[in-house]
C-alpha cells in the first residue's frame, strides 16, 4: 500500500523563479518533506508511477510504518500551475495529501499564492476531499511583542507574513494551519509529523475500506482536519495508539 503526498511551493524566501532550477539535491535535503522522512527517503520517480513523472517535480520515495510506501511529488514553484497547468493538476489529481508551503518573510510571494492560485485550487480540493496542510515556515521579527518603529525593522516587519493572513488562507482552503519557526527535529519531526501521520493514518484507513474509483469526489468522507493550537499554545496530542495499532496490523 502507498500513500501520495504532493507539495506546492518553497519554505525559502524568494522560491523559484521562471527559467531557474527547480530544486537541487542540497536544497532537497534541507526541506521540510526530506527532513520529516529521514535518511531513509530516496531520490527519483517511482516505477509504478512512471507515467505522472514530471521533471518540474522533484520525486522521491520513503517508508512509514514498516512497509507502507510515501511518494511525494515536490514542486516549489508555483509559476508551474500556470505554464503546464493539465500535466499540474494531473498530479494532483492522485494526491492523497497536499503540502503547501511559503516562507513567512516572503510576503510578495505569499500574496501571489493566496490571490493567484489558492482560487483556482480551492474547488477541486473540495471536489476532491483531499486533506491539506498549510506550513508557514520562518521566524517573524518582533514575534513576542509590538514591532519596532525603527525604520530598518519596520521594513522587515512589513515583509512578514502575519498569523492572521496565513491562518484565513487555510481556512479558504479548508487547511490545517502549521506555523513552524525552523525546521529543526521539534518543529519537524514532532509537529509537522504528528499531522502528517494522522493523516497518513486517516488516509490508509480509508483506502483499506474503499474501492480505488470511489475515493474521489465523496464529500461524505472527506478527512476534517484535527483542531490544533500552535505548539506554543498547547501540547501536541500525539497519535500515538494508532500508530501501534497500524504496526501491530502490518505485523500480523
Known amino acids: 500500500m502507498s500513500i501520495h503526498i504532493v507539495a506546492l511551493g518553497s519554505e525559502c524566501p524568494g522560491g523559484v523563479g521562471p527559467g531557474e532550477e527547480i530544486m537541487g539535491q542540497g536544497q532537497l535535503q534541507g526541506g521540510l518533506l526530506w527532513s520529516y522522512l529521514g535518511h531513509g527517503a530516496l531520490v527519483g520517480p517511482c516505477d509504478l508511477e ?39 493538476r494531473k498530479v494532483l489529481e492522485q494526491a492523497d495529501i497536499l503540502v503547501i508551503k511559503y516562507a513567512v518573510t ?80 521539534v518543529f519537524v519531526g514532532r509537529y509537522f509529523g504528528s499531522v502528517l501521520e494522522y493523516f497518513m493514518i486517516q488516509c490508509l484507513k ?21 483542531h490544533l493550537e500552535q505548539p506554543g499554545q498547547r501540547v501536541l496530542v500525539f497519535y500515538i495508539f494508532y500508530k501501534h495499532q497500524l504496526l501491530k496490523k502490518n505485523q500480523t
Open 106 to 185: 516572503d510576503k510578495l510571494a505569499f500574496q501571489q499564492v493566496r490571490n493567484g492560485y489558492a482560487p483556482r485550487l480551492r474547488p477541486l480540493l473540495r471536489h476532491w476531499g483531499v486533506p491539506v496542510i498549510l506550513v508557514a515556515v520562518g521566524a517573524r521579527l518582533n514575534d513576542e511583542g509590538p514591532p519596532c518603529t525603527c525604520p530598518l525593522c519596520a521594513s522587515d516587519w512589513s515583509s512578514c507574513v502575519p498569523h492572521s493572513e496565513g491562518l484565513q488562507l487555510s481556512r479558504d482552503l479548508g487547511a490545517t494551519y502549521l506555523e513552524l519557526p525552523s525546521l529543526n527535529h
Open 206 to 226: 480509508h483506502k483499506a475500506k474503499e474501492r480505488p474509483e470511489k475515493r474521489r469526489g465523496n464529500k461524505v468522507n472527506e478527512l476534517r482536519p484535527p
Open 50 to 88: 512512471s507515467s505522472l513523472h514530471n521533471p518540474a517535480f522533484m520525486e522521491y520515495t520513503s517508508r512509514v510504518f514498516g512497509n507502507v510506501t510515501v511518494v511525494v511529488r515536490d514542486c516549489p514553484s508555483w509559476d508551474l500551475l500556470d505554464s503546464d497547468w493539465a500535466s499540474v
